[in-house]
């Protein structure tokens, strides 16, 4: 009983996710750590590479621009053409250290974990019994390595021989040790872990060089990031935009040409550079870096960026009962007599009969006890002798000073107490059938023939829960509470948590035809699992977060991995998910609704000699044709810099409907987006004629 | 007061179309309008066609095309042989080569620039049967691609999107012909001519004057040129002539008819995808910005032209007159321009290029904003179902999913399809123009001087680009440069917006159906009708408030200066 | 490709023959049946009611100014244009408009065109020698080139001319007017107007 109780203890897991307590891969961070911002600045020069530039449209515009600039400037030296070439270089350059700002996050994070991989060195079992020792990463699938107290696991695998206690907080930063043992859903070890007690033998499961460790470090490191379908689709609408006004801006020359002026290259690039969308340009792939770094933050790995982002889409989440919607365990809530019998000889006797149980069911029996009527826990002398729970007699009790009480399953006690020439009390079966059609679970309690009265175990629902669920609601996304109770006890626990659907006495296949059946109505389905036999499961749902302490076959079969093994950070999941599109689609708005301010400053300066009547439309009364360009320009720089934070954090998410979501976020990127730039160019531009420089 | 009232009636006569003309054209694309079925069999069968034979998307596309381009081949060889073929009762010789190719272009892609004068250029032979055969054609072509469009939307995992050669002989048969028709006796019983006598010689003893005036069947033309959106009339002046839009009512007639179609197929949209409030957000989409337009344009035609003012002339009461028609006055002479520029129609009762500069600037930027408002025949729709996808997509991104229309997955296909779509129009546009006035022959062509004549070639590629056709017509744009260079425009501005529609409805008609939640971006909402015109509005904006700048508002801009 | 070239000769064929000339000839048969008039071009023994005139040219014996009829507008490049050496032909002919023999347009002058200024300005001075002080319409060309109306209030300020011109007393010529005027269309769509064909012919029995 013991070790999965243990075992139980730390799947359950942190309630919250945002604790501060310290975290394995996922070490808080300041947004701004001075060595990764030190890291950045050189990694942002780096990409200047056109190499690197090139998979980046809009900034590839610009970079192109500021050669052509710098061009111009060389052959007609002023100081304007060389304060634009370096303003848009800056540009490039800042779009890099956000990228490079986001990336460095997850390389710290990759650096640690790569110190742990690297020290480790192995016990190789060979076939005829004797060991060797080998380093950690030349072990293939399927050697056999043996792992006592003290020893890190050396890589991915499966317990075939043993039990031991795992201190698993390298990976997840849980400090409770968990419970490994062969066979069954807690076989599985990961790389990197430490046996903290007994002697394990392991089966590797992992190839070399593809070690979970390895995996989380591809994944923080963000090395092999593909771009995510919203994100390519974005990306082409940033390329759309920025084509467009390549015309724009080349017509233009040849417009002025008609209205007999020039206007100077230099200009005109410019003018490309702050219409195209630079801002969203810059930020998109810090924007999904960071995305991912927020799962991490969480202490989640998604194992591609696709997962993210269909996360966001999810319509349907199933939630495991236990664990997720309630606290796991039933807990003792009333105790009720039968008979003649009064409320605290049910407790007493219900307290006597729970002494020796060490489940919470029965450790709640005995606090309860203590509660309602201060009954203290009674030392026990020798002569008495535990009975405990079997699967055949289904009730567990305790015989002592001559007294047998029991306590179980209502048949159960009721054949016991038969047994020894008692009768079932009349108003019995009728509290039984009350209590279990209440959703809690009847514990009958006896003393030899007499039935003294009923425990209620009720299943109790985490604090909080039921307004998740509303907001969730409120999202649009429909919650299915899926437990092996019966419908009965299901349908109660549901009404009581708010969740929209149940799935009842649900069987591994029950579930798979659910996940189908919403599947086929065009919803995307995110689950959560642990077990050998949730893995077809988890593999079909779009979403499917596996528990880190669950089997290596979840573990694969899910595109998600909870390292603190809290299923109710589905939601959470599905929250960042969100956040990381409503960023995109912010920020593109944002980028997008600047052009009108830009236009206002430059159209009507440079068309100024020839047609000196649409000084009217120079609204802000920039200074000078120069110091008007300029202040765009700088604008179009610095709110790259200004919007980083932004970028990495993500816009703040609220669970709402998406009508008022989107609302809210027109009117602030939107309306902001056309305001802002007006104010900042002005600013800009206030200064510039201070210091007297154009 | 007159003018509100003709609002008002117009709009009272548009809703009641809206509601039949609508729920009809989605019973006669569906097939459940028969009565024609004894004519179709046949047509059906010399084409070896039927509409059990549905296409994919490219087998749709590449019967419009080569349909097309045959239509293109002979329309083209006709004008060129005129002289020779009968119903030629002024003995007119052939179209001029150049000419020729531009015009043929321009009825084929629903433009119907003209760079000739009808009455002077054109036997009747051509007037009916390449030039008003186009005016059937091309309408039902835009109207099928819009169809095939809607059945992207309506349809889920489905690899065809209906026959070409079922929906363009349906919407001859059951649409165009019969309103045409109908719309076309009104117009003669008002005083459009319709006759194949040729000209008349009279003496006037009143004044002695010895008038020859040219006549023609323009009366079922106008019809079919105003239900078929496409503008191109018989003579010269088109509906601002007498013979083709004699009164205020024909007048009347006209825009009823060239609104009708457009605005109407948002109704078939709605009954199509099964959500009517899906074609109300668009037709609160075109009718917000159109009623913009409409009122922007009549309110700057209300206010005294300035070279006629600097004459000394007091305008209060009459507003801008210089190229108006008596009958008409000038703010409905406003209303009906801004329906031609803004249905690609591009008919004009009133000479656009003497507008006062913002009058001339709402007709120009009406048709800037890509004919969406409502826009053309088919093309309307279509155009404004590419600029809602953009639209759906960045909204759909800020509510943080995938973005969804109609339960339609917006990817990066449909994204890449939809930014082809709204690019092709300013691109084309903008570089054509650029090409233009950097040319010698380009500049020449204006008639006016000043950032004027600018407009007026800006106008001029701007119309063709859009498929609109109306000009201002000073420019002297019968030349061989501008009639290439517009037959490019015209083509470049038709088929790449078209194809791409197309593929688009092939790519969303092989999607499943996703259900609509609580937390979609609801595309049936006033949040949505905001978006998609801020993106209507920020596009042509964007993409063209340079240009503009250049010619209308500097010339709005130039107080007391005359060029 | 083949076949598809080949069923679109099909439809081309097919497409010509019904939306071109079934159609036409079907809709002009029609029109010719009931609305004979009409389709002819709405003719009178002296023109068309639809198409404008020039009344400037008209001699009246013993008015030098020639103002026994009412004006229409002044399209084209008449007697009333910029540079009077210019013109050739008369006044508000139809056959020649916007420079082109034969064809029906406007002058498609922009609105702060110096073309149009001095035009504006010859007419304004045109009328003020026949003692008229023009309203707008008077002194600007229509969009078609021939139109044939005027408004009320373009006749009513030639009145002064008129019945000096013929002797009819002014009283009897804004009657004459007031009968001419015929309303918009339905009451309410365009403006009220003239007919100056019908309103010359008018005047010509009143004389």
């Known amino acids: 009983m013991v070790p999965t109780e243990l075992g139980t203890v730390a799947g359950l897991g942190p309630q919250g996710t945002g604790s501060s307590r310290a975290r394995g891969v996922a070490q808080a961070r300041s947004l701004f750590d001075r060595q990764i911002l030190g890291q950045a600045l050189v990694g942002s020069v780096r990409k200047l590479s056109p190499a690197m530039q090139v998979k980046n449209p809009v900034m590839f515009v610009v970079l192109v621009g500021t050669v052509v600039t710098a061009a111009e400037a060389v052959a007609h030296p002023t100081g304007f053409s060389w304060s634009i070439t370096v303003w848009l270089l800056l540009t490039v350059i800042f779009a890099n250290f956000a990228e490079a700002i986001a990336e460095g996050r997850g390389k710290a994070q990759a650096d640690t974990l790569r110190r742990m991989r690297s020290e480790t060195e192995a016990r190789r079992l060979l076939a005829d019994g004797s060991e060797e020792r080998v380093p950690a990463s030349t072990l293939t699938r399927d050697d056999i390595v043996v792992c006592q107290a003290g020893d890190i696991v050396p890589s991915d695998g499966e317990v075939v021989e043993g039990i031991a206690a795992v201190d698993e907080s390298a990976i997840t930063g849980e400090s409770a040790p968990v419970i490994r043992e062969s066979g069954g859903d807690r076989s599985a070890v990961t790389g990197g872990t430490k046996v903290l007690s007994d002697r394990i033998v392991v089966r590797i499961t992992a190839e070399r060089g593809k070690t979970f460790l390895d995996r989380m470090i591809g994944l923080v490191e963000g090395a092999n990031r593909q771009k995510t379908p919203n994100e390519v689709a974005l990306t082409i609408l940033l390329s759309v935009l920025t084509i467009v006004f390549i015309p724009v801006v080349v017509s233009l020359e040849a417009f002025g040409h008609f209205a007999a002026t020039s206007v100077p290259i230099v200009v005109l690039v410019a003018l490309l550079v702050c219409l195209i969308p630079t801002t969203i340009g810059a930020l998109l792939s810090a924007i999904g870096i960071a995305g991912m770094d927020r799962l991490v933050q969480h202490n989640v790995l998604a194992l591609s960026g696709r997962a993210v982002e269909a996360a966001g889409d999810v319509q349907t989440l199933l939630l495991d009962k236990t664990g997720t919607i309630t606290l796991g365990n039933r807990m003792a809530s009333s105790f009720l007599p039968v008979g003649d019998y009064s409320e605290r000889q049910v407790a007493e006797a219900a307290q006597l009969a729970s002494l020796a149980d060490e489940t919470p069911e029965g450790r709640s029996i005995v606090v309860l006890a203590k509660q309602r009527f201060g009954l203290r826990e009674r030392e026990l002398g020798d002569g008495h002798r535990f009975v405990p729970f079997s699967a055949t007699t289904r009730m567990s009790g305790i015989d002592v000073d001559g007294r047998a009480i029991r306590k179980g399953a209502a048949d159960a006690v009721k054949r016991w107490s038969t047994e020894q020439g008692g009768r079932t009390p009349a108003d019995l079966d009728p509290l039984v059938e009350r209590i279990a059609r209440a959703g809690s679970t009847p514990l009958v309690v006896a003393e030899g023939p007499h039935v003294i009265g009923v425990i209620e175990l009720k299943d109790v629902v985490k604090a909080g829960i039921s307004e998740k669920f509303e907001a969730m609601r409120r999202m649009g996304i429909r919650t299915v509470m899926v437990t092996g109770d019966n419908a009965l006890t299901a349908t109660a626990i549901a009404q009581e948590a708010g969740v929209d659907d149940v799935l009842a006495e649900a069987t591994p296949e029950a579930k798979m035809a659910l996940i189908k059946s919403e599947q086929a109505e065009g919803k995307l389905v995110a689950m959560t699992g642990d077990g050998t036999n949730d893995a077809p499961a988890l593999a079909q749902a779009d979403v499917g977060v596996a528990m880190n302490t669950g089997t290596t076959a979840a573990k694969e079969a899910g595109n998600m991995v909870d390292l603190d093994s809290n299923p109710t950070k589905l939601i959470d999941i599905v929250e960042i998910g969100k956040q990381l599109l409503i960023t995109r689609g912010a920020l593109t708005t944002f980028s997008i609704a600047n052009d009108v301010a830009k236009y206002f400053a430059i159209i009507p300066v440079i068309f100024e000699e020839t047609y000196p009547q649409l000084k009217a439309l120079n609204i802000m009364h920039l200074h000078s044709e120069m110091s008007a360009v300029m202040s765009a320009v700088i604008f179009n720089a610095l709110i790259i810099v200004a919007l980083i934070p932004l970028a990495l954090r993500g816009v703040r998410f609220r669970a709402t409907s998406a009508a008022a979501i989107l609302r809210r976020n027109v009117w602030i990127y939107g309306l902001g987006g056309i305001v802002a730039p007006f104010v900042g160019i002005k600013l800009i531009d206030l200064i510039l004629q201070a210091t007297g420089v154009f | 007061m007159t003018f509100a009232a003709t609002l008002a009636a117009l709009v009272v006569v548009l809703a009641l179309t809206w509601r039949w003309l609508g729920s009809y054209m989605a019973a006669v694309f569906e097939g459940r309008v028969q009565f024609l079925a004894w004519i179709e069999r046949p047509l059906y069968r010399a084409l070896q066609t039927g509409p059990q034979r549905e296409q994919s998307w490219r087998r749709y596309a590449e019967s419009l095309v080569v349909f097309s381009a045959a239509f293109l081949g002979l329309g083209y060889l006709l004008l060129r042989v005129q002289g020779h073929l009968p119903l030629n009762p002024q003995h007119l010789g052939a179209v001029p080569p150049a000419l020729g190719f531009n015009t043929i272009v321009s009825f084929v892609t629903n433009t119907n620039w003209q760079n000739y004068g009808g009455e002077t250029t054109m036997s009747y032979f051509s007037q009916i049967g390449v030039l008003t055969v186009q005016q059937f054609v091309s309408a039902a072509v835009g109207i099928a691609v819009a169809i095939a469009l809607v059945r992207g939307f309506s349809r889920g995992n489905s690899a065809t999107i209906g026959n070409f050669w079922v929906d363009i002989l349906r919407a001859v048969l059951y649409i165009l012909l019969p309103i045409s028709f109908v719309a076309g006796i009104v117009l003669v019983g008002q005083g459009a001519v319709q006759t194949l006598a040729g000209p008349v010689h009279i003496h006037d003893p009143l004044n002695g004057v010895t008038q020859t005036i040219p006549r023609g069947p323009a009366g079922f033309m106008g019809s079919i040129m105003q239900v078929g959106t496409n503008g191109g009339g018989f003579f010269n002046a088109d509906l601002a002539h007498p013979f083709e839009n004699p009164t205020g009512l024909t007048n009347f007639l006209y825009m009823w008819l060239t609104l009708s179609i457009p605005v109407s197929i948002t109704h078939t949209f709605g009954k199509m995808v099964k959500s009517v409030r899906h074609g109300v957000a668009l037709l609160v989409v075109m009718a917000v910005i159109f009623g913009g337009w409409v009122a922007f344009t009549t309110y700057a035609e209300h206010q005294p032209n300035p070279a006629v003012a600097a004459a000394g002339v007091q305008q209060k009461q009459t507003g801008n007159t210089e190229g108006k028609e008596v009958r008409f006055g000038d703010t409905t002479s406003a209303l009906f321009n801004v329906t031609q520029t803004q249905t690609s129609d591009g008919a004009v009762d009133s000479a656009s290029d003497s507008y006062n500069p913002m009058g001339g600037f709402g007709l120009l930027t009406g048709m800037m904003l890509g004919e969406v408002t409502p826009g053309g025949d088919g093309s309307g729709l279509y155009t404004l179902l590419i600029y809602a996808i953009i639209a759906v997509f960045i909204g759909g991104l800020m509510v943080g999913r995938t973005p969804e229309y109609l339960g339609k997955k917006i990817q990066a296909r449909e994204v890449k399809l939809a930014g082809l779509g709204t690019l092709a129009m300013p691109l084309v546009v903008l570089v054509l123009t650029a090409v233009a006035v950097s040319l010698h022959a380009g500049r020449s062509a204006a008639l006016n001087a000043g950032p004027h004549g600018f407009t007026e070639i800006l106008y001029a590629l701007t119309s063709q680009g859009n498929n609109n056709g109306s000009a201002m017509a000073g420019i002297a744009a019968n030349s061989a440069f501008y009639n290439v260079l517009g037959a490019v425009d015209m083509l470049l501005g038709r088929f790449a917006i078209l194809i791409p529609a197309l593929a688009l409805a092939g790519s969303l008609a092989a999607k499943g159906v996703a259900p609509a939640s609580s937390g979609t971006f609801p595309t049936d909402s006033p949040m949505f009708v905001g978006l998609t015109i801020g993106v209507v509005l920020i596009v042509g904006g964007l993409t063209f408030f340079p240009a503009t700048a250049l010619g209308p508002i500097v010339e709005q801009l130039s107080h007391g200066r005359l060029f | ?207």
Request: aromatic residues 6%.
């Open chain 3, 1 to 207: 490709m083949l076949f598809n070239l080949r069923r679109s000769l099909t439809a081309v064929v097919l497409f010509t023959v019904v939306c071109g000339f079934v159609y036409m000839l079907a809709g002009t048969g029609v029109a010719q049946l009931f609305f004979r008039h009409q389709a002819d071009g709405s003719l009178t023994a002296d023109g068309s009611t639809l198409i404008g005139q020039n009344w400037a040219d008209v001699r009246c014996p013993g008015h030098p100014l020639g103002s026994c009829v009412f004006h229409g507008r002044p399209d084209d490049t008449g007697p009333y244009a910029a540079d009077p050496a210019t013109h050739t032909s008369g006044g508000d002919n139809p056959l020649v408009a916007n420079g082109v023999k034969g064809e029906s347009g406007a002058t498609n002058l922009g609105p702060r065109s110096r073309a149009l200024f001095e035009d504006t300005r010859a007419l304004v001075a045109y009328w003020h020698a026949l003692g008229v002080d023009p309203t707008p319409d008077l002194v600007t060309t229509s969009g078609s080139g021939l139109d044939p109306d005027i408004t009320p209030a373009d006749a009513l300020v030639q009145v002064p001319m008129v019945a000096r011109a013929t002797g009819i007393a002014p009283a009897r010529l804004r009657a004459l007017i007031a009968r001419e005027t015929q309303p918009p269309a339905l009451g309410f769509l365009g403006s009220p107007f003239i007919d100056v064909l019908s309103l010359n012919e008018a005047l010509a029995k009143l004389r």
